[in-house]
């Protein structure tokens, strides 16, 4: 999906649960495209209040979140992604 709509929105990937090493069998595995930062310390996720796996925030382009979701499907991340330009 990131992929097939790098002229829509920019995904960032955070991983700063487990380890390095399964943060990059998940890349591997599932031949993720996007850029993929690891965070040790997890202060990335504490900071964004992160609680879980699969969490999408969606930020404007001045850094304000718009909206959040726990595993968002693809129609819901790409019409939170439309509708960026009028937040």
Request: proline share 1%; no cysteine; aromatic share 8%.
């Amino acid at each position: 999906m990131a992929r097939d709509n790098t002229d829509k929105f920019t995904l960032i990937g955070v991983g700063a649960r487990d380890s390095l090493g399964q943060a990059e069998d998940f890349v591997n595995r599932t031949g993720a495209t996007f850029t993929m930062l690891w965070d040790s310390s997890s202060a990335s996720w504490n900071g964004l209040g992160i609680t879980s796996q699969h969490r999408i925030i969606v930020l404007n382009r001045f850094g304000q979140e718009v909206d959040r979701r726990a595993n968002p499907s693809h129609s819901w991340i790409l019409d939170k992604v439309a509708g960026i330009g009028t937040t």
